[in-house]
């Protein structure tokens, strides 16, 4: 209920009112307990002390009892005390409505702009509020700066350290479902829906969509022509890596296709426990599995299930032992054709190095060799005795043929 203006005062105030979405009566009744606690803190604190405010002439008088109590030049302490009271429930207005406004914006997307980065907290600039974006929302691997333009999810409003705050989140596997509602007209029609969300954000995700319309395909939906849809997501989520899945009611089915990219899969389901039993060809099984488990690990969260997988040959360490040990006897025989190859190698580049041939002698060196040769029969002690023993032989001779 507006005050008929009869004074500046009057007039101010049903202006801001008007303007700010307040009532008058509210900020009449602020202002006077804002007079009552300047009174106290300058002249003590009194009992029983009645704050009167002219509503038309913003004049103020305080009494006790039937005594007026207001001290000459209260008027000025008063004027500005009124003016402190109506600029903070403007701002308290402002920031309720702004808060209204969100409370109905939670669980969707908007843009905003990073303003600032407080230690480990990111400032949202979202328009008309900020919002603040706390390390278990971010994405571990996604660089921040400020003046970034990014997509975030609204989780909530809780209460803060100032107050109430928008919580918004880039980590939130409802920012990717919503991505896919922006993207895909065929989800934000109802044709195709999305069934369930797997997310590791950052690194990887796995959505199961499904549709009981004739003719839509729910998976190439997704993608769209030339993987433009799914390609436009993937990039406002700093190239992390999403598997879109067809949903099946058959839970054995579904696990086939929630483990991809593995394929020739053998299931058993345990009803009971919720568990599944997954046979792999012992070439699919690290596929199956993914990096530090994270494939199987994102299947069991789309399903529902647990999953114990191994290979045809055995459990994971056994398959992996085994194909070690064929790595091993793989080097090994490797090893043997390199050594005989290298042997081989050898042998081809002797053959084909240039024999040396010898140069006949000459005369000269003919001779040379043969005088040495002579000198050497002279000298040698060996060649002495050989010497004598056929003079003998030949003087012996000589004589059995004189008695003839």
Known sequence: ??????????????QVCSERGLEPEVVIDSIKQAILAAYRKDYGEPEDIIVDLNADTGEVALSKGKKTITPPGFGRIAAQTAKQVILQRIREAEKSAIMSEYSSKVGTIVSGLIQRISGPVITVNLGKAEGIMPPPEQVRNEKYFVNQRLKVYVVGIKEGTHGEEIIVSRSAKELLEGLFRQEVPEIAQGSVEIKVVAREAGSRSKIAVFSDQ????PVGSCVGQKGVRVQAVINELSDEKIDIIAYQDDVAEFI??????????????????????????DDQLSLAIGRDGQNVRLAAK???YKIDIRGKSGTPKEVEQKEKKAQDEAKKALGVV????????????????????EKPATTESTEKKDEVTEKNSVNSPQSSVFSAIAENVESKGNKTSDKS
């Open 256 to 281: 086939k296709a929630a483990l991809s990219p593995a394929k020739d899969l053998q299931v058993k389901i345990n009803e009971k426990n919720k568990s599944a039993e997954v046979v792999a060809p």
């Open 1 to 14: 209920m507006a005050i008929q203006a009869r004074s500046e005062f009057a007039s101010a105030l049903n």
């Open 338 to 357: 390199e050594d005989a190859e290298v042997e081989d190698t050898k042998q081809l580049e002797e053959a084909k190095k240039p024999k040396e041939i």
């Open 214 to 217: 004739m003719g839509v395909d």
């Open 302 to 304: 789309l399903t529902g």
